[in-house]
């Protein structure tokens, strides 16, 4: 009965960090302070050693890889990828978790960059419907994101980044 305690007390916990991580999306003016500020809290609240962003390279996206582009903090956490390339990896608006043939997921690090990866969650970020990239996550542990692991809470985090980024691209 411990073991069920503790476990209901962690996902308590977790839901907590990733509910106060949207809550603080609503007080950023700008793009890249969203991404120079999400990306290091989302490691340090969940102890990930590796967290950066793929945005595909697309008209929609223009003003969003320009806002990043001008962030010399980003510089080694953004990827700008191929849309062809970033659809063989991604394809819906659900999270990827993956903790085995990982050498196609190498295509999402940043330029210049590689991580000792085991297992990585790849999640979608959206404007105005349309999938434009990811928040990726990585671990040396194989057994951080395999899977079949329930993802809605990540999910719920995108979808709030993505309503984040609607907001700011339009003003």
Not at 15 to 32: C, D, G, M, N, Y
Not at 40 to 62: C, D, G, T, Y
Not at 86 to 92: E, M, P
Not at 99 to 112: A, E, T, V
Request: hydrophobic fraction near 40%; charge should be neutral; include cysteine.
């Amino acid at each position: 009965m411990d073991e069920i305690s503790e476990t209901i007390k962690k996902n308590k916990e977790i839901a907590e960090k990733f509910s106060r991580i949207e809550e603080s999306l609503t007080s950023f003016t700008q793009v890249k302070d969203l991404f120079e500020k999400l990306l290091p809290r989302l490691q340090v609240e969940f102890n990930i050693p590796f967290v950066w962003i793929s945005i595909i390279k697309r008209p929609e996206a223009v003003k969003l890889i320009q806002s990043l582009e001008s962030s010399s903090l980003l510089k080694d956490h953004v990827n700008f990828i191929d849309e062809t390339v970033f659809r063989n990896l991604v394809t819906s608006k659900k999270p990827v978790l993956a903790n085995k043939d990982l050498q196609p997921f190498y295509r999402l690090f940043p330029k210049n960059k590689k991580y000792f990866i085991k297992s990585i969650a790849v999640a979608p970020i959206t404007l105005n419907g349309c999938i434009i990239g990811s928040i990726n996550h990585g671990d040396a542990a194989n057994i951080r994101y395999e899977p079949g692991m329930d993802t809605t809470l990540l999910e719920q985090l995108t979808e709030a980044v993505s309503s984040c980024l609607a907001r700011l691209l339009d003003t």
